[in-house]
């Protein structure tokens, strides 16, 4: 962009008529040697000498950008526009002056005017890029996103590109199109965390969103992908995404293992008590499970985080049949779905307890009848 510029400089010094031609040459100088404070100066020079020639009105614009004065800018931008409107260069810069000013529909507006097959194919790129920002802030998300792909199209080799498009599509709630695009942004920049961990996080999502066998399969991809991000240096929320991704991948051992690291760095925090409470129930050591949801619920502040440790200690309560203790826990997380289930089961589990109780009563009467008759056998003529 900056060679074109230049090159359109020298071309616009040739139509600077002699009456500005010095402070032209002054602000072409001052411009390249990034002096920018000089170049305004020589430029509003060549506006006030050469009022309807765009050019001059253009590079002041472009040198008052730099400066953050923005306001000045769009002016400036604005009348080479109005000289020259069908010019390319004074469209794409007048809109990015509207977006500095905050004028995102008019930035839109103008940037839909160019055909971004006329601009340099190194360029196509960073015009889709810009669109996007102009929709998506005029209210047009749908627009933006469309932008973001194109952009993206454009520079197949950008992993920032293709970032850029699998985050707008998952945060636009299209999972499967952000999870693809982020998946290319990873094959591109593997090392980036940024760039893994929102590819991660778009697993996990889809994972939650899918039935079956590919609902494992995805979170197993999940988890492999997630693997370079559980290094000697992650943090907490990092070993906690890690986790997550190789709980729904069914990775029980594995999953525990980034728990207990994760735990080293902030046992305080309830989530990883919660996480391993999880992680121990599914691999089916119920007593750890037990202390790690306790754990939870002491350390949970917000209602919200504690019915969800609450509801995970009465499931644990359920598996060892301690109904007594699964009532009072889901009774603490309000869930009187489930102290109803659990009572019930309860009253099952005392009338099977009573009925064996009566059947062993009926087994040892019938032994005791059994006994009786052998010892009358015995007997003299008990034969008879």
Same mark, same amino acid.
């Given at each position: ?29 001052a ?28 590079m ?47 930035a ?24 996007a ?5 005029? =209210? ?5 996103? &469309? !932008? *973001?792909? $194109? @952009?993206?199209?454009? #520079?197949?080799? %950008? /992993? +920032? ?11 636009a =709630? ?5 999870? &693809? !695009? *982020?998946? $290319? @942004?990873?094959?591109? #920049?593997?090392? %980036? /965390? +940024? ?11 889809? =994972?939650?969103?899918?039935?079956g066998? &590919?609902?494992?399969?995805t ?26 991704a190789?709980?729904?991948?069914k ?12 735990k ?33 619920v ?17 499931f ?31 009253n ?14 009926i ?5 005791e ?16």
């Amino acid at each position: 962009m900056r060679k074109t510029l230049i090159s359109l400089l020298v071309v616009a010094g040739l139509l600077v008529s002699g009456a500005a031609f010095a402070e032209w040459e002054a602000g072409v100088a001052a411009f390249k040697a990034r002096n920018f404070a000089v170049a305004e100066k020589e430029f509003q020079e060549v506006a006030a000498k050469q009022p309807d020639w765009p050019g001059g009105h253009y590079m002041l614009g472009q040198v008052q950008l730099q400066l953050g004065k923005s306001k000045d800018a769009l002016n400036a931008l604005k009348k080479a526009y109005e000289l020259k409107p069908g010019d390319v260069s004074y469209q794409y810069i007048l809109a990015q002056a509207y977006l500095k000013t905050g004028g995102y529909s008019q930035a839109a507006s103008m940037l839909q005017k160019i055909n971004p097959s006329s601009l340099p194919s190194q360029q196509q790129g960073k015009y889709q890029q810009l669109l996007a920002v102009a929709l998506d802030r005029s =209210g047009n998300a749908s627009g933006a996103l &469309s !932008a *973001l792909r $194109k @952009a993206a199209e454009a #520079n197949p080799t %950008d /992993a +920032k590109a293709w970032y850029n498009y699998g985050t707008t599509a998952f945060n636009a =709630g299209d999972t499967a199109t952000g999870a &693809s !695009a *982020l998946e $290319k @942004a990873v094959n591109l #920049n593997g090392s %980036d /965390a +940024k760039v893994r961990t929102a590819y991660v996080n778009s697993l996990i999502r889809l =994972g939650r969103e899918k039935r079956g066998d &590919s609902k494992q399969a995805t979170y197993a991809k999940a988890a492999q992908a997630a693997t370079p991000l559980a290094s000697s240096s992650a943090n907490y929320d990092t070993l906690l995404l890690v986790a997550e991704a190789q709980l729904g991948a069914k990775e029980y051992s594995a999953a525990t293992s980034t728990l207990n690291r994760a735990k080293a760095k902030a046992g305080n925090d309830w989530l990883v008590h919660y996480y391993l409470a999880q992680a121990y129930t599914a691999a089916g050591n119920f007593n750890d499970a037990k202390a790690a949801g306790q754990l939870a619920v002491d350390r949970a502040a917000s209602a919200a985080d504690k019915k969800r440790a609450w509801q995970q200690v009465g499931f644990v309560g359920e598996k060892l049949k301690n109904y007594d203790e699964a009532i009072v826990a889901y009774r603490n997380a309000g869930d009187q779905a489930g102290v109803n289930r659990v009572e019930e089961n309860r009253n099952i589990a005392s009338e099977n307890a009573t009925i064996e109780k009566e059947n062993e009563e009926i087994r040892a009467l019938e032994e005791e009848r059994r006994r009786l008759e052998e010892e009358i056998k015995g007997l003299p003529g008990g034969g008879r």
